[in-house]
């Protein structure tokens, strides 16, 4: 083993709630703040860390993020002595690995790890937007000499019902996991990150796959059962900016936020940078009829219209006398003349003819699918 | 084409006197272009997109900053099994000791021969980084095996009127053969000549005829540039012209740098440039996208990633990273990587290197034809301390 901790990204889910957009893509892979993709922020947290081993598991359309990762060399991540590994289900004697929950995907994962052999799993989810550092968790960890950390976000009580709620005494050891809670006992909602002694989870997940599988997902049964059994777990407490964009509203939002100068996130800082796959583009060109506003624009971008608050992504183009308003474009998408895009998240290589109108409103965002054409007349 | 048949050396020991003090400390080679790139991405790119991977870049000193920006050549695919990117530094001789200068005699093109004998290519390829463009390197191998004479040229047609008398032109015979390299100057063209053949410093050849040519120097005992090699080859051999006909700009200097780079704000110039089937390569990184804060006003420009526009920018070219303070104006100017200028500062016609800082409320003006250039690194807040390009 070279690494004590190996990092695993769970980037097999579906996403049904992005909707059009995790139609032929999975979530992580999706656009976001005009120069990555949601995967980029988990994936630059464990470069940053020192984590240099990092297999994602995937499932669902994962061709775009194959793609997007390589051999993660963008992420610094093309290590001699580890690096990222795309893990894709397979087929073998005891049958295909595809997978339900998260903790089934580990088990399916299981020959994967053994052969990194490490003492800690760190289990990261790819489709948050935050930074952290995974390495003053695993200090956490060991000071506590836990068996499972789990990170915690504190939430208000509105938020604590879509959240598994993690109830600790005044060590912060958990003693009761609440899963979306009517009524919540805390405010530490758990985050989807969890640090575990691998060979005990290890034993968990054969012991369970043996007989009656019931450990399929790390919140709804490996943290009960953890507990049942008086493992200690403890909750790890996560101060920073987070967000997660499962759902359009939430992407939409934490976009805009992006767009803030003051935002928390603190984008621009270099002791912790978010790295992405670089393409090879020339610079935007913003013509003399173009009026630019509060917005974030990249490179190869075009525009000759009106950008007010939102976020342009690589190779985008405005027509003469369009106006974007609060809306983000993905990349490779084309915006013809005179069009109207309020409130609205526009897909990859989407074409919105001339004079359309693609009008949202901060509560109905609306979505322009990738490849989507809108308004343009068919011959 | 088939792996490993063609080789390219791109030779950055150029005349750079001219355009100080930009190139106080970096070859032309290095110099920023256009928003993200540096001169020699241009050559390197046009290689890369022929498919050619043995490359040598040969700089005039440590080359410093050819090997920063190169690092292992992996932004250009040249990190490869076979062959790849070779960099040999040190070839301008006005560093040299008269000593060392001896015991270069006989042996001052070993390198060369060396890259080229392990190349195993069948072709060369040498070029220039001053003259901007994207060219077809296919079309001149396909050109070059279709025509007689050992060595093949490149020109660009231009009006003589643009022409300094130091640029050198292609001596065209009527079957449009060169048989010679002249500068302008000399050339004697008749004052209603409406085109010249301006030489874009690009020689391709058979490989065993370069070793030739190097060796037979080599054995002569000289010291001189592998251009001037190359254009007693033309002299000698007579040589095929291949017209390119796509944007072109040569960079001589600072006029003609600042020209250049203004004269990519044209939309059909920048679209050919940079969108044509034909990609220009550069080192990447990863900055954040630019902002354009509520009451920026940008226009008719290009910028890079990373910046921070809350000033008025018209017809410029603006470069990575470039903070552009609040009620600030800039016109036709050049800002390259890092630089930060001051709230209210009015510059126009102005190229300014790598961060540097220039304070609120200054003016800095240049002329169309003579920028006012900022070399690299300068703090400026007084007026005082602008120096005016007059």
Redesign the interface.
Known sequence: MNNEMLGIILAGGQGTRLGKLTKDTAKPAVPF???YRIIDFTLSNCANSGVNTVGVITQYQPLELNAHIGNG?SWGLDDLNGGVTVLQPYSSTEGEKFFEGTAHAIYQNIEYIDQQNPKYLLVLSGDHIYKMDYDAMLAYHKAKKASLTVGVIPVTKQEARRFGMMNTDETDRIIEFEEKPEHPKSDKASMGIYIFNWPTLRDYLVKSYATDKSLEDFGKNVIPSYLAHNESVYAYAFKGYWRDVGTIQSLWQANMEF?S?HNRLN??DRNW????K???L??????????????????SCYVAGE?DHS?LSQRVSVGMGSRVVDSMVMPGATIGKNVVIDHALIGEEAVIGDDAIVQGTPTEIAVVGYNEVVGVQQP | MKRGSVSAIINLVEPWEALEPLTTSRPVGTLPF???YRLLDFPLSSVINAGIQNVMVTTPRSGRSVADHLRSG??WNLDTIRGGLFTYPYNDLKLVSPEKKATLIHHYYDNTILFLKRSHSEYSVVMSTRNVGNIDLKALIRYHEERDNPVTTVYKSVDPQTLTPANTILQLTDKGMATAVVPAGKAKLKATTKKAAKNMDIYLMSTVDLIDILQEANRRGDLISLEELMKQAVIQHNANAFEYTGFYANIHDLASYYAANMAILD?DN?RAL??SSR????K???E??????????????????GG?IEGQV??SVIFRNVLINRGSQIKDAVIMQGTRIGAGTKIEHVVIDKNVVIGPNLVLKGRPDQPLVISKGQHIFQQAEVVSSD
């Open positions: 703040g005009g120069r060399a767009l100068p984008i621009g940078r978010i790295y992405s670089a393409q090879v020339p610079p935007m060109f913003l013509t003399d009829t173009s009026q630019v506003n509060n917005s974030m624009i990249v490179d950008v976020i | 256009g928003g993200r992996r932004d939309e920048f940079f969108y990609r220009i390569y550069t990447v990184k990863n954040i996208p630019t902002f354009f804060a509520q009451g920026s006003q940008f226009r008719a420009s290009l910028c890079g990633t921070y018209d017809h």
